[in-house]
């Protein structure tokens, strides 16, 4: 479940490439997936993924927890103080919103939704450690699919690029790779059909 170069991410035909042109591409990452049948959405995925509940690993939902709790009584989890930081759903299209496939602003566990379309989503958390999206795409390629992880982060203030490099051994050999991991276990679960 490697990291992928950001080279190869940009030449997808994805609509994050233009939607947050102005904002730092922090890290991606893939997983390749068993082609089981042809036409598997992002969608459809993502819907399988709530009926069947995969999970982070004990050890990821463990460091999740505590930085919630170191968080909370740090104020890092409010909004923050500049109003600069609006969000990323005020650069939706006429096209972007005909296209979602969920309410923009819904909620997502701790992000909001800012699109997804067929087969790339746009989740967004704006605290005061960062403001940061996720992005999630499948791509079918002749014989496999390939789903990308997508993580850009725009400062609020000074903290940031601290909070972040403290938090990036974690988030890489940690939280990422248990998340990568639930990924596959649910596509095993969802299309995985014996012959």
């Known amino acids: 479940m490697p990291r992928i170069s950001a080279q190869e991410f940009a030449h997808l035909p ?52 505590a930085r919630l709790s170191i968080g909370r009584p740090l104020g890092w989890d409010r909004a923050p103080v500049a109003t600069a930081c609006k969000t990323f759903a005020t650069r939706m299209t006429t096209v972007d919103c005909s296209k979602t496939l969920v309410p923009t602003g819904a909620p997502e566990g701790l992000f909001r939704v800012v699109y997804r379309f067929e087969n790339e989503q746009l989740l967004e958390l704006i605290n005061r450690t960062a403001h940061a999206a996720a992005l999630s795409a499948l791509v079918e390629t002749a014989n496999a699919y390939r789903f990308y992880f997508a993580v850009y982060v725009r400062n609020v203030s000074r903290f940031t690029p601290l909070y972040m490099s403290l938090i990036d051994p974690f988030r890489k050999y940690i939280v990422y790779p248990s998340l990568l991991r639930s990924v596959r276990a649910t596509w095993d679960t969802t299309f995985f059909v014996l012959p």
């Open 14 to 65: 994805l609509r994050v490439h233009g939607f947050l042109a102005d904002v730092p591409l922090h890290d991606v990452w893939a997983v390749d997936l068993p082609h089981t049948r042809s036409g598997i959405t992002l969608d459809e995925f993502l819907r399988a993924e709530k009926i069947h509940h995969c999970r982070l690993s004990p050890s990821a939902r463990a460091l999740l927890s």
